[in-house]
């Protein structure tokens, strides 16, 4: 279950993915089998390939991005999704989900 962002934002995430960008979506989040998850960072676009490429710098694995529907993403949690932020610079997201 997804909570902590707007609907403006997640159809900016899903515009961003369309167009082929990189593009990245934190939000709260709650799964029993993460029980000690409590955000996820969904990094996702259309083009596979930049998004094969995207992953390869910080040993993502192409068969963890997620392909069930048009947003093709990886999802980040825990530690790989704290340093990906840092080195990605997005601290709004680090600061915003308390990571």
């Known amino acids: 279950m997804a ?5 403006s934002e997640l159809e900016r995430w899903k515009e961003a993915v369309s167009r082929g960008e990189i593009a990245f979506l934190t939000h709260y989040w709650l799964d029993d089998r993460f029980p000690d998850a409590k955000t996820v960072t969904k990094v996702g676009s259309s083009d596979i390939d930049k998004l094969i490429s995207w992953g390869a ?3 993502l694995k192409p068969e963890w991005i997620h392909q ?30 308390r990571l």
């Open 68 to 97: 069930k529907d048009e947003y093709p993403h990886f999802d980040l949690l825990g530690e790989t999704q704290k340093s990906i932020l840092e080195e990605e610079h997005l601290t709004e997201h680090l600061m915003r989900f």
């Open 3 to 7: 909570f902590g962002i707007t609907r």
């Open 57 to 59: 710098e910080y040993g």
